[in-house]
Structure formats: structure tokens, C-alpha cells
T-cell receptor
Framework: NAGVTQTPKFRVLKTGQSMTLLCAQD?????MYWYRQDPGMGLRLIHY???????AKGEVPDGYNVSRLKKQNFLLGLESAAPSQTSVYFC?????????????FGQGTRLTVV | QQQVKQSPQSLIVQKGGIPIINCAYE??????FPWYQQFPGKGPALLIA?????SEKKEGRFTISFNKSAKQFSLHIMDSQPGDSATYFC?????????????FGKGTHLIIQP
């Protein structure tokens, strides 16, 4: 049981380039989330999804787009990367049925924009 | 607007001591308060969580104390061990913890000295 898997684990982009981060979960969870983690800032919610085909904006959505075409996958896109998007990105998922609503996190993607 | 304030930013405790990490929230609609533990290079993992209908919850050496009127909650680690050295995040969410995602504090870097 892999849980939440993020691809890639590391990436360096030049300013203006685009890329897509992939998150896959094998727990049949309804909810999926993308967070970014910056030093001294904690984790901040970028976008989230409550089900296949639905997405919503979180606290810091600007510069990012997401898609959830399949229940198990949640993609985060950067159309034109900026140095301010240098961060560690975490995907998480949770089940609507879990009493404690625990969110399971992936290992993270370290992105550097130069 | 920081909805969950966490302190201290860093904490050093001798083995066997009781580190205490405090959090305060502003939004009275929050109804789920988890603590996450993160080791370097890893994603956060749920440690313990509480709902506002109880004032204290214990799981092993970890205890959450919750003060609804003061809008504060704290994490206590009994008989702390060097293996507890990690970054700890408090968080809060509405609607039972799912759907809308988590609002995190900025984190506390805890070091337990042997």
C-alpha cells in the first residue's frame, strides 16, 4: 500500500517554464489537497478537490492550476514559473468516511525556480 | 491573516522533560484540531487530534489540552525522547476536518537533547 505518491521528488525550473506535479493516492479517498511549505510559514493550502471533476481554491491559489480527472490523481500545474514559487509542495488526501478525518501526506516535491 | 498562531518557533528540551507547544485560533467555526509531526525530508503525519467537545486527549506520551473559551490548545510530550525531535504543526479545520482542508500554524522545531 503506497499511500500518497508524488512525482517528481525534485525539480529545477527556469523562470517562465511550465510544469505539472502529479499526485496519486491508492486509498480511494474522496478529498485531495495541494499545500506548499515555506520556511517559517507552515503549510498553506493552494487548491483542493472534494471529488472527481471538482476543484476549489485554497489560501494561495494564484499562479497555479489543478485538475482531477480521475479520483486517484490530482495534478498541480505551474503555467509560468516564478522564483516566488520556489517551495516544497505536498499533496494530501483524506476520506469522507474517516472519523478523525486524517489527512495523509506524500513525501513532497522540492521545486526550485531560478 | 494568520488564523492559527503557534509558539514557540523553536524549542530545546532535555531528554525526559515535557516540551509544551501552544496554539491559538481566531475562527470559532473551527471544529477539528490536529497536530502533525514532520521529520526532515518527509511529509507531515498525524500525531493526535481533538474536537472542541473535550478538554483533553491523551495518546501514549502525547496529550492535547483544549481551552474552548480562550480559543487555545496545546501539545504536551511526556518523557520526551531524542526520537521526538521533529517539527510539530498545529492545525484547525471546519466541517469536521475534511473538504476545506487544514489551516496550519507556522510550526515548532523541537530538539530533544540526550
Amino acid at each position: 500500500n503506497a499511500g500518497v505518491t508524488q512525482t517528481p521528488k525534485f525539480r529545477v525550473l527556469k523562470t517562465g517554464q511550465s510544469m505539472t506535479l502529479l499526485c496519486a493516492q491508492d486509498m480511494n479517498h474522496e478529498y485531495m489537497y495541494w499545500y506548499r511549505q515555506d520556511p517559517g510559514m507552515g503549510l498553506r493550502l493552494i487548491h483542493y478537490s472534494v471529488g472527481e471533476g471538482t476543484t476549489a481554491k485554497g489560501e494561495v491559489p494564484d499562479g497555479y492550476n489543478v485538475s482531477r480527472l480521475k479520483k486517484q490523481n490530482f495534478l498541480l500545474g505551474l503555467e509560468s514559473a516564478a522564483p516566488s514559487q520556489t517551495s516544497v509542495y505536498f499533496c494530501a488526501s483524506s476520506s469522507i468516511m474517516t472519523a478523525n478525518t486524517e489527512a495523509f501526506f506524500g513525501q513532497g516535491t522540492r521545486l526550485t525556480v531560478v | 491573516q494568520q488564523q492559527v498562531k503557534q509558539s514557540p518557533q523553536s524549542l530545546i528540551v532535555q531528554k525526559g522533560g515535557i516540551p509544551i507547544i501552544n496554539c491559538a485560533y481566531e475562527n470559532t467555526a473551527f471544529d477539528y484540531f490536529p497536530w502533525y509531526q514532520q521529520f526532515p525530508g518527509k511529509g507531515p503525519a498525524l500525531l493526535i487530534a481533538i474536537r472542541p467537545d473535550v478538554s483533553e486527549k491523551k495518546e501514549g506520551r502525547f496529550t492535547i489540552s483544549f481551552n474552548k473559551s480562550a480559543k487555545q490548545f496545546s501539545l504536551h510530550i511526556m518523557d520526551s525522547q531524542p526520537g521526538d525531535s521533529a517539527t510539530y504543526f498545529c492545525a484547525a479545520s471546519m466541517r469536521g476536518g475534511g473538504a476545506d482542508g487544514l489551516t496550519f500554524g507556522k510550526g515548532t522545531h523541537l530538539i530533544i537533547q540526550p
